[in-house]
């Protein structure tokens, strides 16, 4: 018998995935894309309870002091039940998904500067991301690079706050702004949207084109816009190689290309692993994962009076919520709702499931994948440890 | 009294009514009632494009749609934004009129449905273009 995957983010890609590693036939089943889509594709997996919003430097303490802290702050947590798991879940991963190298759990957190001029903490990223790590700036000459004609992206202001978090955490760079000619002869160029320059920087030739053109800069790193490369992984390698210059881009706030990045890598990979792929929506027989994700995929649904789980109608938890009171009175606070989903046993099985069902990634409750981060590192180590669970009884 | 004046004014209306009939042009109270209401958007849907209504209301405007548009590479984007524009901004009949330059994109769409297949609401795109197309049409002008 196969294994039923029921979700195609990154905690039922993942599962699929180690459930055909496991010798199951694996069906998968999706709607659409969801949150992994939308993600920013930096991969948290614990943020750290010491930071200080604002100050990048506050704190900085690596992912496995951070994921005990996480544990030991929320109890209620499922990644308590797959911890022996997260090193090699997130190995497995990087594995299929080339974008991404794998790091230690004791190597200190990144800290990624976004294209809003914000920055965001995070245990792993793309490599083209990882290159604008912070602390890696010190004593280089960086040049943020804008594509004349794009009004997509704004260098100087990023340049400006770059050099304002620099400066704040002891880190002495060079900062430079430039301009770059690039799709010139676009005549709609100007209100392109970010994707559209990705998928032109996937055809071959033209990232060596855009490259060649940034060869006369006198820089150790390049920080260009967040669209190298939509369908490719080695869109920021082919301009590094001709420009002769390292190759970084920020994180991306809205219409995150590296997030679709993410997910067109998964989908690419659960095709080359053989997985068979649908958009049926009824309940499976015989083993299967639920990785339907919370709100955005769709595997927690309101009804009438409470939050329902959409497809087996199990029971869900919002911890945390006194009555029916899910959200804080605090806008920025802690919401309940944000943590509402299906409690498990410890080997992933959801409570009033039918046998062989197991639960992965967003639609597990008892964690807010925002306020704690650890979104995408939940999906990836509680999806591994799914598909490894449903292929055994498969 | 008041009943039987207002009988009165009835009557004189109907026999009005009844003479001008033979030199009434065709079409002439619909052309009066979209002049009236057309401007607003304010017109009647059939029962099943309220049945829709809520299906195209789901959008989120997270612009995955956008990205798996092969037909969006050509269009300027302030002339078309896509099926994402469509399902962010078509909430209101009142504003499909400020779709025209949209509509007139409406024939570039391949039927491809990639757009449904990665939307993660599942709003029905090609009847939310359909639905806008048609209404952005109704009314005068």
């Known amino acids: 018998m196969g294994v039923t995957v029921i979700g195609g983010g990154a905690a039922g890609a993942v599962a699929a995935l180690a459930a055909r590693a496991g010798g199951a036939a694996v069906d998968l089943r999706s709607r659409g894309w969801g949150a992994t889509a939308l993600s920013s594709g930096a991969i948290d997996l614990a943020g750290d309870p010491a930071e200080v919003a604002g100050d990048p430097w506050a704190g900085r303490p690596c992912a496995a002091r951070n994921f005990a802290e996480m544990l030991r702050r929320n109890p209620r947590h499922p990644l308590r039940h797959v ?207 639920l990785a339907t ?102 | 009294m008041r009943l039987l004046s207002s009988l009165f004014a009835l009557g004189v209306q109907f026999v009005l009514h009844v003479v001008r009939l033979p030199w009434r042009k065709a079409g002439q109270g619909e052309r009066h009632f979209l002049a009236s209401y057309g401007a607003e958007g304010l017109l009647p849907l059939s029962p099943d494009e309220r049945r829709l209504l809520p299906a195209l209301d789901r959008c989120i405007g997270c612009g995955l749609c956008n990205v798996v548009c092969a037909k969006l590479a050509g269009v300027p984007r302030h002339a078309f934004g896509g099926p994402s524009a469509l399902g962010a901004q078509a909430r209101s009949m009142p504003d499909f009129g400020s779709f025209a330059s949209h509509v007139a994109h409406d024939s570039d769409c391949a039927d491809c449905a990639i757009c449904e297949s990665v939307c993660p609401t599942g709003v029905p795109l090609r009847d939310l273009a359909r639905f806008v197309s048609r209404h952005s049409r109704r009314g005068p002008g």
């Open chain 1, 83 to 289: 911890r022996e798991a997260v090193a090699s879940a997130l190995g497995r991963f990087c594995d299929h998904v080339p974008l991404y190298r794998p790091r230690p759990l004791d190597a200190p957190d990144l800290i990624l500067p976004t294209d809003l001029g914000t920055w965001k903490s995070t245990f792993l990223a793309q490599g083209s991301q990882t290159a604008a790590h912070l602390p890696a700036l010190a004593g280089k000459r960086v040049v943020v690079f804008g594509f004349r004609g794009w009004a997509g992206f704004a260098p100087k202001f990023l340049a400006a706050s770059l050099w304002n978090l620099a400066r704040r955490g002891g880190i002495d760079c060079d900062l430079a702004v430039g301009e770059v000619g690039w799709l010139e002869d676009d005549p709609f160029l100007a209100l392109r949207e970010p994707h559209e320059l990705a998928r032109t920087l996937d055809e071959p030739g033209a990232a060596e084109r855009l490259g060649e053109n940034l060869a006369a800069v006198d820089a150790d790193l390049l920080l260009l816009p967040p669209v190298l490369g939509l369908s490719t992984v080695d869109v920021a390698d082919r301009i590094a190689g001709a420009a002769g210059v390292p190759v970084a881009e920020p994180l991306a706030s809205d219409r995150s290309v590296p997030g679709i990045r993410l997910q067109m890598a998964l989908d690419r990979a659960l095709f080359a692993a053989g997985v068979k792929r649908s958009n049926a929506t009824q309940r499976p027989p015989g083993p299967a994962v």
């Open chain 1, 293 to 394: 994700g919370r709100f955005i995929g769709g595997g927690i649904v309101r009804g009438e009076r409470e939050l329902r789980e959409a497809l087996f109608d199990l029971p869900v938890v919002v911890p945390g919520a006194p009555g029916s009171q899910l959200s804080g009175p605090d806008v920025g606070g802690p919401h309940p709702y944000l943590s509402a989903g299906v409690p498990t046993d410890e080997r992933l099985r959801p409570d009033g499931g039918p046998p062989g069902l197991f639960a992965a990634g967003a639609v597990l409750g008892g964690y807010d994948a925002i306020r704690e981060r650890c979104g995408l590192g939940a999906a990836i180590v509680t999806g591994h440890v799914a598909g490894t669970l449903a292929a055994e009884i498969a």
